[in-house]
């Protein structure tokens, strides 16, 4: 995948604030007044956007351009909260990068809370949800394994292989290892393709048989196999190649 080129500079490492676009004085003025007045529905997502990072740009920088700006490079608010620090700092500076990454660590824990308190099997759309907003905006690949307890929920989700734009490494001895460790009586898998294709390769399928074999004989079951592609979450058991 091509690299897309800085918007604020050739080749820094972090930007400085955006400069201010327009003579108001607080471009956020507005939306300030209308969240007062109405409450968060009133905000569209660059609008919401633009009032968190207020609060963490340079004195004179506008929020409003630099929430436009952020929307438009990584795709929309999904894919910016989620993208690398360093790729945010590149846009928005060191600061509001660290405030989106802290607030993305927020919503991940959000919605991995519900997955240790009932079963993992009876909330796909869940586990879908809660994969899209850890995996969706990375420019690698990366394989997670999620452990789960006899009863289904979640003890923990670890990332277990850091790869290329398309491939990450998967070693199914570790898997069974860590697995062991966690007295964990099933799996599930799951990697990035940050192409934004989902289908699985045969790379995918071979790897997921290999590890389904490594684990069986520990009396570890892999329920399932997902692809998180962008919004898209391919799963190898729904597509009947597991």
């Known amino acids: 995948m091509a690299e897309q080129s800085d918007l604020f500079g050739p080749r820094v490492a972090e930007?400085?604030?955006?400069?201010?676009i327009g003579a108001t004085a607080d471009p956020c003025a507005e939306l300030r007044e209308r969240f007062a007045a109405f409450g968060p529905t009133a905000l569209d997502e660059g609008d919401t956007l633009a009032l968190i990072l207020v609060r963490c740009l340079r004195?004179?920088?506008n929020a409003i351009c630099a929430a436009d700006t952020l929307m438009a490079r990584f795709?929309?608010?999904?894919?910016?909260?989620?993208?690398?620090?360093?790729?945010l700092a590149r846009v928005v500076g060191g600061a509001a990068a660290r405030?989106?990454?802290l607030l993305h660590g927020l919503l991940v824990r959000v919605l991995e809370h519900p997955l240790r308190q009932r079963t993992v099997l009876g909330s796909y759309e869940a586990v879908k949800t809660y994969l899209r907003a850890r995996l969706a905006a990375l420019p690698r690949e990366v394989f997670h394994v999620l452990?789960?307890?006899?009863?289904n929920q979640l003890i923990a989700d670890e990332r277990l292989g850091v790869g290329t734009v398309d491939h990450a490494p998967v070693y199914?001895?570790?898997?069974?290892r860590r697995a062991l460790e966690l007295s964990a009586s099933a799996i599930l898998l799951a990697h990035n393709h940050p192409s934004g294709d989902p289908t699985p390769s045969r790379a995918d399928i071979d790897?997921?048989?290999?590890?389904?074999d490594a684990v069986k004989v520990l009396q570890i079951v892999v329920h399932d196999h997902f692809i998180v592609a962008g919004d898209q979450v391919a799963s190898l058991r729904s597509l009947g190649l597991m």
């Open 99 to 101: 405030e989106l990454s």
């Open 59 to 61: 004195p004179g920088a």
């Open 15 to 20: 930007a400085p604030a955006l400069s201010v």
């Open 207 to 212: 790897m997921t048989r290999q590890v389904a």
């Open 75 to 87: 795709g929309g608010l999904g894919r910016v909260f989620g993208t690398p620090e360093p790729e």
């Open 172 to 176: 199914p001895r570790e898997v069974a």
């Open 147 to 151: 452990f789960l307890d006899k009863r």
